[in-house]
C-alpha cells in the first residue's frame, strides 16, 4: 500500500488500483471538483511520475489511450490546476511522492499489460445525466440524446437554427477544446450525413466560447458521451489557422470588440462567470477593466 496526502488531494494504490480523491481547499479547480474521486485500475495506466519544481513538484498520471473517455476527449489540453491525474507537492512531501511514483512504477513493471487497446473503456467516464453551459449555449446529455440551446450570445445563424436535439446513434464522433489566443473553445458534436467544417461560433452542432479557458464543465459532457459511443470516436480539433488566416480572424475579432454593443455584452458575460464561481474576483476585475478601457476610448 502506497498513499500521500497532501492539501492537492490524496491518491492512494493498493497493488490493483490507484484512487484520486480532489481537496477540499477552495482553490482545487472546480473541474477537479467536478469529477470528483476516481478509481484508476493498474490496466488503464501508461506512467506515473514525480516532476520536480522549485517550491515541490507534481505527481502526474498518464493513461492508456482507450481507456478513459475524459482523457482521451480532452487529449492533453486540461493543464495543472484542472488537471485531474495531476497532484501538486509541496515541497515537505517531496521524498514521500517519489517514494510513491517508485511503488507504482514496479507494479507497472512486474504486472506489464499487453499494448493492444482494451475492447472498452476500463473507466466509466462521467455519470448521466450531465448538463453544461459556456458562451453561446447549453447542453444537456442523458444518455441517449443530446440537447443544444443557445443563450443570447449565440450568432444568427444558431438562434435561426434553433434548439437542437438528436438521439446517441448519429453522433459519429465529439471533438472538445479549450478557448486559447484568439480561438474559440468548443464542444462540437459531429453527426452523420452533416458537415462539419463551419466555425465553432456559426456550427449549430458546436457550443463555443471565448472568455472561459475551459468552459466549464463542457469536457465532462464530451467525455460522457464519448463513453457511451460505440465507435469510441474523439476527433482531432481542425488545425490551426496559417499565420494570414490568423491575423485576419483577429482583425475581425478586435472589430467585434470595438462595437459597443458586442464589449456590453461580453461585460453581461463576465458577470454571469463571476456569479457561477468560473472566474474568480481578482479575474473578472481584469477582465472588466480591459473591456471598460476598451469602451471609454470609442
Request: aromatic content about 8%.
Amino acid at each position: 500500500m502506497a498513499e500521500i496526502f497532501v492539501p492537492d488531494g490524496s491518491w492512494t494504490f493498493d497493488g490493483e488500483t490507484l484512487r484520486i480523491v480532489p481537496g477540499g481547499d477552495k482553490n482545487i479547480h472546480e473541474l477537479r471538483k467536478l469529477v470528483g474521486e476516481l478509481t484508476i485500475p493498474l490496466a488503464a495506466i501508461s506512467s506515473v511520475s514525480f516532476e520536480p519544481a522549485r517550491k515541490g513538484g507534481n505527481l502526474q498520471l498518464r493513461l492508456r489511450p482507450g481507456t478513459d473517455p475524459l482523457t482521451d476527449v480532452a487529449a492533453g489540453r486540461l493543464t495543472d490546476p484542472a488537471d485531474p491525474y495531476r497532484l501538486s507537492i509541496p515541497k515537505d512531501r517531496t521524498g514521500a511522492a517519489g517514494y510513491f511514483a517508485d511503488e507504482v512504477r514496479a507494479y507497472l513493471e512486474v504486472g506489464r499489460t499487453p499494448e493492444a487497446l482494451p475492447e472498452g473503456f476500463l473507466l466509466p467516464g462521467p455519470a448521466v445525466p450531465i448538463s453544461a453551459t459556456a458562451g453561446d449555449g447549453t447542453v444537456n446529455f442523458d444518455g441517449h440524446t443530446v440537447w443544444l440551446d443557445w443563450t443570447g450570445f449565440a450568432k444568427t445563424a444558431k438562434q435561426s437554427a434553433g434548439s437542437r436535439m438528436f438521439p446517441l446513434r448519429e453522433v459519429t464522433g465529439v471533438e472538445w477544446a479549450p478557448q486559447s489566443g484568439i480561438g474559440y473553445g468548443r464542444l462540437r458534436f459531429h453527426l452523420s450525413g452533416a458537415p462539419s467544417g463551419k466555425s465553432p461560433e456559426e456550427d449549430p452542432n458546436c457550443i463555443s466560447w471565448g472568455v472561459q479557458r475551459y468552459g466549464g464543465s463542457t469536457v465532462l459532457v464530451a467525455a460522457a458521451v464519448l463513453a457511451r459511443l460505440p465507435r469510441r470516436t474523439a476527433v482531432a480539433p481542425t488545425p490551426a489557422l496559417d499565420p494570414k488566416d490568423e491575423r485576419e480572424k483577429l482583425v475581425r475579432r478586435v472589430a467585434e470588440l470595438e462595437n459597443h454593443d458586442a464589449i456590453l455584452r461580453r461585460l453581461g458575460e463576465l458577470g454571469e462567470l463571476r456569479r457561477s464561481g468560473v472566474l474568480t474576483e481578482d479575474e473578472f476585475t481584469y477582465a472588466k477593466q480591459a473591456l471598460l478601457a476598451r469602451l471609454n476610448e470609442e
